[in-house]
């Protein structure tokens, strides 16, 4: 049969009846655009999160404090520091893939400026820390070198803070207290927004390494961490192989012997959250797919339906000469025909239903083409073997008796 010629016989049987066609393509509509919007969510979810990963710096390590074990009772992270400021300067000198290092100290103070005051967190670092963390200067400057070698009383504030602290007005060359001591404010950080760990990162200000720990936390507190950027991606396994032999051997560990730092590669911890998020986008599929499977079921059970009504055509066409192939190609054509005008609406629905979670809920979502495919092939494969049945049976039925079919 030429496929014009089946298309044409199929359509019109089909618009017959439209509202039962319509009714039939429903569960198809309904699993297509399922499956878009899940895939969306799923696919969203996990751009979000690479893009939260990678606002922390990429290509970058953190070395952190180890655990004490001591009479047998293991401590948990940080209950051990021996991680020193020369360490971080050791490890830019002698560690051959590694770009830059900041040592890093916290504290947690009230920051008063005039009759205003806000809580926040206070980041003694060096002014390689936001290259290494890939964060810009909105408006003023980083402290320098010189800053940090003199202990000078300077400060680099986030947009939370600023916004806390002057309002609409530019912090700049303005004077804020921390613990009562004054610092002149010489910088604005860009805004960075949440951390994957849900805090505001913005809700910070940085001082220089040296002013924080002789008049902030004092002159023998331990590093928090030590933030390294490794020179390119590639060179992140090396880079934490060459930190780790360094600190062993700066630290005197022997030989079998625990470790007293833990680092953590943001390529790996990159890779396992993108696992999770693929794992959430394949069962989300999955649970959508079954709305596609009922769909088919409902072709089938249509075109069971259609082939006792049209019994008689079936068998006025086999005695004028339609082969047995002939039958079967038409309402494999028809069953196909209805997973393709299901599917293309359901394509179409998907796109929009996603672009309204993502403005409505505020989830991200993202429709990829490889998701469009996907769905769509489902449905067209849903229509092919769900038909099968139908127009084998349709092709089977023997004319005489299909002739005298009432």
């Known amino acids: 049969m030429n496929i014009a010629i089946g298309l044409k016989i199929s359509s019109c049987a089909l618009l017959r009846n439209k509202i039962r066609s319509l009714l039939t393509m429903l569960g198809i509509i309904i699993g297509v655009s399922a499956v878009i919007a899940m895939i969306g969510i799923g696919q969203g979810a996990r751009e979000s999160i690479k893009e939260k990963i990678a606002g922390l710096g990429t ?23 021996t991680l020193v400021p020369e360490d971080a300067s050791a490890i830019v000198e ?71 602290l ?24 860009a805004e960075k927004g949440q951390s994957p760990m ?22 023998h507190s331990s590093l928090r ?29 022997h030989s079998g012997k625990e470790d007293d730092f833990i680092i953590r590669n943001m390529a790996d911890i990159q890779d396992a959250a993108t696992a999770s998020t693929r794992v959430m986008t ?10 596609l499977i009922v769909g088919g079921i409902g072709i089938m059970n249509i075109m069971l339906v259609s082939v006792t009504e049209r019994t008689r055509e079936i068998g006025i066409r086999m005695a004028v000469g339609a082969k047995t192939r002939d039958i079967l190609f038409q309402f494999l054509i ?27 809920a505020g989830w991200p979502s993202v429709v990829s083409v490889q998701s469009i495919i996907l ?14 049945y139908p127009a084998r049976k349709a092709s089977m039925l023997n004319p005489i008796e299909a002739l005298r079919y009432e």
């Open 94 to 164: 002698k560690c051959s893939s590694v770009a830059m290092a900041a040592p890093v100290v916290r504290t947690t103070a009230q920051v008063v400026c005039g009759n205003l005051n806000w809580s926040t967190r206070i980041t003694g670092t060096t002014s390689d820390y936001l290259p290494v963390r890939q964060w810009l200067i909105a408006s003023g400057k980083i402290f320098s070198d010189d800053d940090v070698r003199y202990s000078t009383k300077v400060a680099v504030i986030g947009k939370t803070v600023s916004e806390n």
């Open 225 to 253: 961490q030590i933030n390294v950027s490794a020179r390119n991606e590639a060179l992140m396994k090396k880079a934490q192989d060459e930190i780790t032999l360094l600190l062993r051997e700066r630290h005197r560990i």
């Open 334 to 360: 028809e069953s196909l025909v209805l997973s393709f005008a299901g599917g293309t609406i359901g394509v179409l629905l998907g796109i929009f239903a996603s672009r309204a979670i993502s403005i409505f």
């Open 282 to 291: 394949i069962v989300l599929a999955s649970i959508a797919s079954v709305s």
């Open 59 to 81: 290509n970058m390590l953190l070395v952190q404090p180890g655990s004490l074990t001591r009479g047998g009772i293991r401590g948990g992270m940080g209950s051990i520091n």
């Open 166 to 189: 002057f309002q609409q007005m530019s912090p700049i060359g303005k004077i804020i207290r921390i613990k009562r001591i004054p610092f002149k404010v010489i910088g604005l950080l």
């Open 375 to 388: 769905s769509f092939s489902f449905a067209l494969a849903i229509g092919v073997i769900f038909g099968l």
């Open 198 to 219: 849900g805090t505001d990162q913005d809700d910070v200000i940085m001082v220089p390494l040296t002013t924080a720990r002789k008049r902030l936390l004092g002159k």
